[in-house]
């Protein structure tokens, strides 16, 4: 069985064939940086009129290439949410019209879900339970995988997302959009250990995340004209990784252990973040997971693969688009902040 996959919920348009056996048949990516370049941050109108002139192309080259027909897929799986309203709307329109045209079962896919089972797309021996570091743009948590539509929040941030602080610091150090490989790039030339800089809620009773100290320290730091920015940007990555490597582990020690530790989204894409939790892992007998980097920021390849993992659903066509939709609907609001 195959399933398609369709996500536009930033400023990627993708498509992707997913086999349910883990083969990736066939995938289109489009990426928006060109566009939203100049405003240096997505602008959410740009990106919903980029998806909607180029997501049916996409998908006609994809099912050529596959030389397979609407009528042969088992699924039509779409991201409903949560992202920029305008662009989810114009991949599940575009999913509903398709699955109304050919009588293909839609399925609607949670963003999160998709970055959230995306390991398990490579890692074909990756059972439930797993501990799920996921960071993303718009998300830093950590959740505990129970199953598909299982997922128990231990941690989220009180204020930025990783993802977000390290596209911030780029912006500050004028690297430029998008930020994160930027930052990665030059903090290879730089010395982690030069700019003293904080490390919020590090050792903390509570359980969560937090970043927008973290990102005011660097500007401060870039304004002082003492540091090279490829120092600071070094230093800013080491200050994250200690984050999310020092909330992981209280994670592990209060509750939340598993065979296995796992990352996703588009942070997990720094090869930086992945040496330093491999580490982790290693230290707790845990084992690692990380999908490729390609995987780890937004395709349609993970959407389809949810879908796989939904095989069976079949949603109605007027499902609604939604702008929030949190992975744990239980999870406690932290700090009053977001989910
Ligand atoms: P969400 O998934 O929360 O809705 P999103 O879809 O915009 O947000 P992703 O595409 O999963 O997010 O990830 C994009 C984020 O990952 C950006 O903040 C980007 O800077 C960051 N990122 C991408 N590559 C790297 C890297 N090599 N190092 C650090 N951060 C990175
Ligand atoms: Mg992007
Ligand atoms: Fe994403």
């Keep these: 069985p195959v399933v398609l996959g369709i996500e536009s919920s930033c400023d990627e348009t993708a498509v992707a064939l997913v086999a349910t ?11 928006q940086d060109e566009a939203h ?49 305008g662009g989810v709307m114009v991949g599940l329109v575009s999913a509903k019209a398709l699955s109304m045209a050919s009588d293909v079962p839609l399925i609607a896919v949670n963003h999160l879900e998709g970055h959230a089972l995306s390991p398990r797309l490579v890692d074909e021996d990756l059972a439930f339970p797993y501990l799920l570091l996921l960071v993303s743009g718009g998300h830093c948590q950590i959740l505990r995988c129970e199953g598909v539509g299982q997922f128990k929040r231990l941690a989220t941030t009180i204020d930025d997302a990783v993802g977000e602080a390290f596209d911030k610091t780029a912006k500050i150090l004028g690297l430029g959009f998008p930020g994160g490989p930027a930052v990665e790039k030059l903090a290879r030339e730089g010395d982690p250990t030069a700019v003293p800089l904080p490390r919020p809620l590090v050792n903390s009773g509570e359980p969560h995340f937090s970043f927008a100290g973290l990102k005011s320290a660097v500007l401060r730091a870039h304004e002082s004209g003492l540091h090279s920015t490829a120092d600071i940007a070094a230093s800013f990555q080491q200050a994250a990784i200690d984050c999310l490597t020092d909330r992981l582990e209280r994670a592990i020690e209060s509750g939340g ?31 690692f997971v990380a999908p490729p980097p390609k995987l780890c920021t937004d395709n349609a390849a993970m959407i389809a693969w949810a879908g796989c993992e939904r095989l069976g659903q079949n949603d109605p066509l007027d499902y609604k688009a939604r702008p929030r939709w949190p992975l744990d609907p239980e999870a406690a609001p932290a700090r009053g902040a977001g989910v």
Aim: proline share 5%; glycine share 8%.
């Design 37 to 85: 370049r100049p405003y240096g941050g997505v602008v959410p109108e740009i990106a919903a009129r980029a998806h909607a002139e180029r997501i049916a192309p996409m998908i006609a080259e994809v099912m050529n290439e596959a030389e397979m027909e609407l009528g042969d897929l088992a699924a039509i799986a779409a991201t409903a949410g949560p992202g920029l309203i």
């Design 21 to 31: 056996d883990r083969r990736i048949i066939a995938q289109r990516i489009a990426s």
């Design 257 to 287: 252990n598993a065979p296995s530790l796992v990352v996703a989204g588009g942070v997990a894409a720094n090869a930086s973040v992945r040496a330093a939790l491999e580490e982790l892992s290693q230290k707790h007998s845990m084992r």
